[in-house]
Structure formats: C-alpha cells, structure tokens
C-alpha cells in the first residue's frame, strides 16, 4: 500500500522553476511538495544558464535569496557585439533607464534554492522514480511517486504545478495543447574553462564560419560557446581545436581569448517551443516545461523565474483567498511575455548564426542589422530593453 499525505501545491521538479515555487509559497504560507527524479548532486551540478535581467536579481534579492547572488554574482552595464573583425559596446545602463544584467550560473541559484528550503523544513524528493499526476480536473489531483528507498507515496493536493522541464510528464496531461515549434539548423558547444575572461563583459561574436559567445562564471572561470552542426559530435572537437576556432571567431588586434584546462564540454540543440494553454484544471505549467527558447538572447532561465512568479502570486489568491482570478489569467499573462521572448530570441539567433547554405542576401540582412543595432540609439535601446529585461513581474510580498 502506496504512503498517503497531503499538501496544497505538489510541484513536480527541483529545477530552478520548481524550488523558486515553493521558495515563494512558503512566504505565502502555502505548503508543497517537490519531487524530483534525479539526485540532488546531480540537480546542483547541471551546467546550464548563466545571465540574469535586472529584475530576476531584483526578485531573487527581494525574497531572501541575494546574499550570495550579491557578493558572487557579476554586474554588466552590457554587452559587445562583433563582427566584420570590429567589437562594439551596448551600455544598457545609459541607453534604458539604469538596467544591468548579473552573470550568476544556474548550478549557483539551484544549490541557493535547496539550501534555504531544507533550512526552513521544506520538502523536496530527490531521486524518485515512477512520478505520475492524475485527477487534476478533479478536486484532488494526486502526485505518486515512489521514493529513493523504493516506499510508493501518493500526495493528494490541491493544484499540481507541472516544473518539469521539456521532457517531463506534465505537458502531456494537457489535452488540445497547440504547440508552436522552430528547430535551428545548428547548435551550440559549450565549454567552461578555468582561464580568466580576457573580456569584460559577454561578447556575441558573428563571424562567417559561425557564431561564437564568450562568457563567465567567475574571474578565474570563462564560459564559451561555439556555433556548430546540429548532430555534432563531441568527439570531433578535442581542445586544440575548440580553442583554435574560439580565437578565429573572436580575432581581434593585439587582443586573444585567454586559454585553459577545459572542464566541461556539451552539445545544446536550439529550438523555439511554445505549448499553450499553460494550464488544465488543477495542472499549472511552468519553465521549460511549457516552452523552450534557443539560449542566444539569455531569456530561458529568466522566463522560467517570471512564470513562477505569476504562478505563486495565483495560487496564493487561490488557496489563501479562494480566488480564481489570477489562476484563470495564469496562461494568458505568462503567454504574453513568452512570446515576447520567444521573437527576442529568435530575432537575436537569426541575426548571429550562420545558417548552412545561406547566400549572400542572407548575410548583407544580418550584417545591415548589426551594423543598425550598434549605430543607432533607437535599435540599441530595443536590443537593451529585451536582453536586460522587459516588464519584470513582482511576487506580492
Ligand atoms: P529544468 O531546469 O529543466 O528543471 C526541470 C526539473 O524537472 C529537472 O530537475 C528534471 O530533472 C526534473 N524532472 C524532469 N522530469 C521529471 C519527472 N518525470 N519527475 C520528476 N522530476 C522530473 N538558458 C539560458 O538562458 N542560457 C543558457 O545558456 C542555457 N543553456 C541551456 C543548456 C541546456 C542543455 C538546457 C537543457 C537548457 C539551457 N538553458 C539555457 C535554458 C535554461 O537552463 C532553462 O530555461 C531552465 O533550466 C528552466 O528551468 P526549469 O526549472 O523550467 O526546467
Ligand atoms: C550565457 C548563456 C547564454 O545563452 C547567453 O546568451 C549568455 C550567457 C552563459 O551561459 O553564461
């Protein structure tokens, strides 16, 4: 016989969708429940995201989570654009109203995030297998799962918030669902080394073989991204090489990327995914879960993080006040800034990346573009306002 309990909101995933949610239900005085089926090292240690907007800090500082953020995380006034062989500087600070971005890894809010929830008694499984949701257009959905020890556990709730990434089991649940999809005819290599950034700030680099991106996870640690087929292999890539093409993208007078040991090495796909709606029932969708955006405009974290805000300030109307309102709007007002994202996104990526088999009519478009984007303050201001964050939402405190 399966171990029942009961909670207000099952969360499915410690991503960092999952632990913000219910770092901001507690605040609300709402219980929950995270299961997630990989183990907790595992979580802590996935290389991902890295840049986030203005108001992502402003959120994570406002809710008790800046303390680390604060004396780890590094503050951008923006960012460089290169190509035809010159760099230029977008200072979003002066071009916006004072906005910033900060680099602070993912694998830094996750471990933050499971830190101040098992301190403040908070329940999150890790390492479950067999994590299914049923019942959510009833009153009660259910969260089984079976536990690291083997023990079958069945949760009964009250709304079931599905944070479990593109490939989790909560999209599904959602019948009708209308999906918007792009895949990229390339994807990214990433790597991290542990060379300090011979940069300042994050360069986008667009050179005829490919895109390239420096950045950083520290100022011993540099973070770097090459363009490359979409089914490459790692295998083809030993570090001489990647460093070689990092230094041809990057070329620039009496200036090199600084080189050391690699430490990690990974292929990303790209795609654009938007699912909608966002919510069935009792079943909020949130993150990667619901929509996935290519990492070239920085935006994938961040949304997440947005998305959970407007989650959490619905369901405590909902459970602490016994009002729909906010959950009805949740898909509609997430959609909004997903879409949003998503044109960012893609905008940013087109203009970049060289797409195999392109002309020369292709690449006069992305070069009139970039060349428009570093003259003009109108077209700057646009890139600024996006990449740094546009209409950050608020947790109702
Ligand atoms: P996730 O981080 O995916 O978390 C979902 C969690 O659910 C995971 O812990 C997963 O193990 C768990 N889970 C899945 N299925 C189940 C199940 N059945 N039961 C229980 N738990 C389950 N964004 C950027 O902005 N910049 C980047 O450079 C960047 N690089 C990326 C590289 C990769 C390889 C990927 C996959 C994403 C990248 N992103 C990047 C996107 C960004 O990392 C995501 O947008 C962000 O992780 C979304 O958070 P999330 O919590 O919604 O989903
Ligand atoms: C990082 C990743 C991105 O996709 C991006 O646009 C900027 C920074 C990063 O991993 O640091």
Known sequence: MPVTSRTQVGIVGAGPAGLLLSHLLALAGVDS????????AYCEARQRAGLLEAGTVELLRSVGLGKRLDAEGIEHDGIYLQFLGERHHLNFRELTDGRWVTVYAQTEIVKDLIAARLANGGAIEFSCSDVSVSGVTSDRPMLSYTDSSGVAHEVSCDVIAGCDGFHGVCRPLIPDLQVSERTYPYAWLGILANAAPSTDELIYSRHA??????????????????????DES?????????WAELQKRFALDGWSVSEGPIT???VTAMRSFVAAPMRHGRLFLAGDAAHIVPPTGAKGLNLALSDVVVLANALRALLKE????????YSDTCLRRVWRCTHFSWWMTSMLHVTPGSDAFESQLQLAQLSYVSSSRAAALSLAENY???EPVRFEL
Request: glycine share 6%.
């Open 33 to 40: 429940v995270v299961v997630e089926n990989r183990t907790r």
């Open 209 to 230: 073989d490919g895109f390239a991106l420096y950045s950083m996870r520290s100022p011993e640690v540099s973070r770097l991204y090459l363009q490359v087929a979409p």
């Open 234 to 242: 790692l295998d083809r890539w030993p570090d001489d090489r990647i």
């Open 264 to 266: 990690d090495k990974s």
């Open 322 to 329: 016994g009002s729909w309102k906010l959950a009805d709007a």
């Open 388 to 390: 740094s964050g546009y």
